[in-house]
């Protein structure tokens, strides 16, 4: 019984890696984008005083995060040799998450902010993402730095710091996950 709990295991674990590296490949290809959460920036939210041109004023990365965000950037070199889009929302630990990886110029998208306690619209930055990626074309690499509320919003899944999503293209609802990708 042990032998057949193993090997189901075993088969398991082979399609899941193997479903991996396809994502992995289609993200190659500009067939799929990988979505992911700004590193770590320890609390929840940005303070009463928040305002976007400020990074004092909103929660940042600590050196755990800034170190995530260093090697998710060493993670996409050993991936490709391509030239990566970044974009990435406004607040500074998604600006510096991407600036940190070090794999293409950052391009801010509004799109991408939060909607986090009242700061944005869901539902139109929501629609507004997935129509900007159901029409535009992708030829290269694309990463797009966000936040967790986005990420749950467009997928329904949790992700934690620095977690990644590859999401097939063209976007559309329901959004299909190729893989999770953990920080």
């Known amino acids: 019984m042990k032998l057949v709990k193993w090997l189901v295991l075993l088969m398991f674990s082979a399609n899941v890696l193997a479903d991996t590296e396809a994502a992995w490949q289609a993200w ?3 067939k799929a984008l990988l979505v992911m959460r700004h590193a770590l920036a320890p609390g929840i939210g940005d303070p009463a ?6 990074c004092s004023t909103q ?3 600590n050196s755990q995060g800034q170190q995530q ?5 060493q993670r996409l070199r050993q991936r490709t040799t391509a030239q990566i889009s970044v974009y990435s ?4 630990r998604c600006l510096d998450t991407a600036s940190y ?7 801010p998208l509004p799109i991408l902010n939060s909607f986090f306690a009242g700061r944005g619209s869901r539902n139109q930055q929501t ?3 997935i129509e900007y990626f159901a029409s535009s074309t992708v030829t290269q690499p694309t990463v797009l730095v966000t936040h967790q509320v986005n990420l749950t919003e467009l997928t329904g ?3 934690k710091s620095a977690e990644a999503l590859i999401i097939a293209l063209p976007l559309k609802k329901p959004v299909k996950v190729l893989a999770r990708v953990a920080p």
């Open 28 to 30: 190659q290809k500009g």
């Open 49 to 54: 005083n928040f305002q976007l041109a400020d």
């Open 59 to 61: 929660r940042n990365l």
């Open 69 to 73: 965000a260093v090697v998710w950037g």
């Open 89 to 92: 929302s406004q607040w500074c």
């Open 101 to 107: 990886m070090a794999v293409g110029e950052v391009k």
């Open 127 to 129: 629609a507004a993402l």
């Open 157 to 159: 899944i949790f992700p």
